[in-house]
């Protein structure tokens, strides 16, 4: 999301009643004009970045995620309350706590023609455990024992032990067996999927353009094409929002300017509380960074409250750990760190950093972020922010794959980064666990704790709902204390449209699965102004 500070929101109870009269959950609902277009309908929707890899076995950024969402489908799929309703899979059934049987849908068919099976289920996931594949989704399906497919229209899942998170592992695109092994590791840059868009091309920087799949199995988009506009620049972006060029957008406009955008009868706008998680991650094996004291220092020399009222308008929720409030795992009675640099300066002090008035600080440090506007206006204000305290911390800003590449590959000492669609406690393996060090998982900054780590795995083995809150609790408390992260904020939502744009309903966690049910409200976008 991009953001920079402006001006400030109507104060006191007045801001809560316009909030209610302006932020609907979701659109009203799409009605079909009389007469089909002329023309096929589009929509342009802006990306502040572009995707990496359209191969769900192997992309783990925002946005290719997105872009997936409307070409895959998954055995199972998140409503917009995060429940698990099927998709793929007509049906599911447990015999038992390690077996689960899926019913596929019939008369599915790949974008290529050819019809969907039980054998191109079984190859996803076998291809995605197999070591040469180097999935990062491995670890969260390595219990799975065997994969059977009595017949095209039935598969079954065999663990070797009880593992409570297996569903929510199951969103996850299913590829087709025969294009996948056809085209190897060029698959993600010419998918086929199932779902309501196909892809039709991939100008790397600049745009993708997916296009209606007439064949869906569910009811087919309203759209014929969706235009993913790769526009880096928070300016540019919202100049050619303004313009007409761009028709939506989410989470990718400066705070400051929502409200103008309100006041314009030719925009909408959606706002509701999200779940994607903000934080700062350390490399925890660097000589400074792994004395817990020094994180401590830096959790008090931060000053959250302050950069969401400034510079994100108070459009967040200040965040106590990687579970939203709205999760059943979630444990509000956690350490936190409110802002107080004199604190920070003592612990400093204390841990062997002491400021020696010499001009060149307790220590120096590296930040590494994206070239994003709102990244590096981030970045300035917690080098500012570290500067008082003593902390000269250097800024290293990169393109977004370059970026993202290196926080991967673990090569930094500080960064800044957003977890997005959160929705199972399960997330802790993924982030936390030892065994997930890169290229497992995604504990980039190698964490390794052998309470937690016992405590994830007896989460993972535990199907009893108040067990598992009980042994998440602890875990909670533990990595709050720990500070392998520093939390900052969940942020809400927030999708800009043209007043014509109907049907969109808004996931807590920014997912963008209802663009398939957008429509215009006469059959057709509106000049350009």
């Known amino acids: 999301m991009s953001l920079s500070p402006g001006s400030k929101k109507p104060a006191g109870s007045r801001w809560w009643i316009v909030l209610v009269l302006v932020i609907p959950l979701y659109l009203v609902s799409c009605s079909r004009p009389p007469e089909p277009a002329p023309d096929p309908t589009a929509l342009t929707v802006a990306l502040p970045r572009g995707p ?75 291809s995605i455990l197999d070591p040469k594949t180097k999935s990062p989704k491995r670890q969260g399906l390595g219990l799975i024992q065997t994969i059977e497919t009595p017949d095209p229209y039935r598969v079954i899942f065999r663990l070797k032990e009880v593992f409570s998170p297996f569903l929510i592992n199951l969103v996850l695109g299913i590829v087709p067996q025969s294009a996948a092994t056809r085209e190897g590791t060029n698959f993600g840059f010419q998918p086929i999927g199932t779902g309501p868009f196909k892809f039709q091309s991939w100008e790397e920087g600049r745009q993708v353009t997916l296009v209606k799949n007439t064949h869906y199995f569910w009811s087919p988009a309203k759209l014929s094409r969706l235009v993913f506009r790769i526009i880096p620049d928070d300016t540019t972006r919202l100049l050619e929002f303004k313009n007409g060029s761009i028709d939506f957008m989410q989470n990718a406009a400066q705070p400051d300017m929502v409200p103008l955008l309100k006041a314009d009868p030719r925009f909408q706008v959606i706002q509701n509380p999200g779940t994607n998680y903000s934080y700062i991650g350390f490399n925890l094996t660097d000589p400074i960074l792994k004395n817990r004291q020094v994180r401590e220092a830096l959790a008090h020399a931060i000053d959250v409250r302050a950069m969401i009222k400034f510079l994100l308008r108070d459009a967040a929720q200040p965040a106590t750990g ?119 998982g995604a504990n980039r900054g190698r964490y390794a704790n052998p309470e937690v780590d016992a405590l994830i795995d007896q989460g993972r083995r535990t199907l009893d709902e108040a067990k598992a809150k009980a042994i998440y609790s602890r875990l909670q408390k533990i990595l709050a204390y720990d500070l392998p992260y520093i939390s900052l904020w969940y942020v809400d939502n927030v999708a800009l449209a043209k007043k014509g744009v109907q049907g969109f309903v808004q996931y807590p966690a920014g997912d963008l699965y209802s663009l398939r049910d957008v429509c215009w409200a006469d059959g057709a976008p509106p000049q350009k102004p």
């Open 322 to 440: 990687v579970l939203p409030p709205s999760n059943w795992a979630y444990e509000p009675e956690v350490d936190v760190y409110p802002f107080d640099p004199k604190q920070a300066a003592r612990l400093l002090d204390e841990a062997g950093y002491p400021d020696r008035g010499d001009g060149q600080g307790r220590f120096k440090i590296t930040y590494k972020t994206s070239d994003n506007d709102m990244a590096r206006l981030k970045a300035e204000i917690i080098q500012q922010q570290l500067a008082d305290v003593g902390i000269k911390m250097d800024i290293r800003t990169y393109d977004w794959g370059t970026f993202f590449g290196d926080i991967r590959n673990g090569n930094f000492q500080m960064f800044s980064l957003e977890w997005v669609g959160v929705s199972d406690p399960d997330v802790f393996y993924y982030v936390f666990h030892s065994a997930s060090f890169p290229p497992n």
């Open 52 to 126: 990496l890899n359209l191969d769900p076995r192997l992309s783990v950024d925002a946005a290719s995620y997105q872009i997936m969402q409307l070409t895959y489908n998954s055995l199972v799929k998140k409503s917009p309350s995060s429940r698990l309703e099927p998709d793929l899979a007509e049906k599911w059934s447990q015999p038992d706590d390690r077996t689960y049987v899926f019913d596929l849908r019939r008369g599915v068919t790949w974008h290529d023609g050819s019809p969907f099976t039980s054998q191109d289920v079984a190859y996803t996931f076998r």
